[in-house]
């Protein structure tokens, strides 16, 4: 049996779960940078047992939903803006192993490498203990995630929002460019400007991620158009 290095007890206790085999999670807390034994394959598995694992929860509480709408909140809910999020409210930034160069890049707090390590994790703790422990897990980590809104809330995103608001009104679906970027590569916020044509209209967002920004610059644009939606 591989025991998680003392320093990863914290961690654990946040996932409210203990590891038989500690290393396990050690692996899926490695980086590809810092050697052959890293958390891809971990991540692939973790990708899979999370989409059942919120599959089953948006099932069992969104009863009356049909398969469209629960395919799309759990889109939102398994992308990587939202696994950024959970990965730091863990800490995770914190327990990451990579190669020093990744490190002096700010790797540990890059979306993409944070939201991977999660994955790897829940892969880790679905071998380690089986299903139920993984989904518990999930349970947890997105309990609080579904409590804050309702189905209705999460259904659609604003940019699939604002899409069908123009093409009900027989309007050109809307475009996106990213205006700026600031900010060191690991810590990069994007600047994105939505346009719709039929309105002439333009609306910016900003978010740490391309998509984090489109979403936001259509949030804003659809916002607008609802205050005053008057024909172009």
């Known amino acids: ?3 998680a290095a ?3 007890d914290g961690l654990q206790q946040r996932l409210g779960y203990r590891f038989a085999d500690g290393g396990l999670l050690s692996r899926a807390l490695t ?3 810092f050697g052959a034994d890293n958390n891809e394959r971990l991540e692939f598995l973790g990708d899979a047992v999370l989409a059942l694992a919120v599959s089953g929860m948006l099932f069992g509480r969104f009863d009356r939903s049909d398969e469209g709408a629960l395919t799309r909140v759990r889109t939102h809910l398994v992308r990587q803006d939202m696994l950024h999020r959970l990965a730091v409210s863990l800490q995770l930034p914190d327990d990451m192993r ?3 160069g990744e490190s002096r890049g700010g790797g ?3 979306p993409s490498i944070l939201a991977d390590a999660l994955e790897a994790i829940i892969g880790a703790v679905y071998l380690d203990g089986g299903f139920e422990p993984a989904r518990q897990l999930v349970e947890r980590l997105y309990g609080p995630v579904l409590a804050q809104t309702d189905l209705e ?3 659609k995103d604003p940019k699939t929002e604002l899409q069908e608001w123009l093409q009900a009104r027989k309007q050109p679906v809307p475009g996106y460019r990213i205006a700026a970027t600031r900010g060191r590569a690991h810590d990069q916020v994007f600047v994105v400007e939505c346009s719709v044509p039929g309105y002439k209209l333009q609306e910016a967002g900003e978010g740490r991620s391309r998509r984090a920004a489109e979403q936001e610059a259509a949030r804003r644009m659809l916002q607008r158009l609802k205050a005053a939606p008057d024909k172009p």
């Open 6 to 8: 003392p320093a990863l």
């Open 98 to 100: 990579m190669s020093e």
């Open 31 to 33: 980086h590809k940078s």
């Open 108 to 110: 540990a707090q890059r």
């Open 153 to 155: 809330g999460w259904a």
């Open 1 to 3: 049996m591989n025991r």
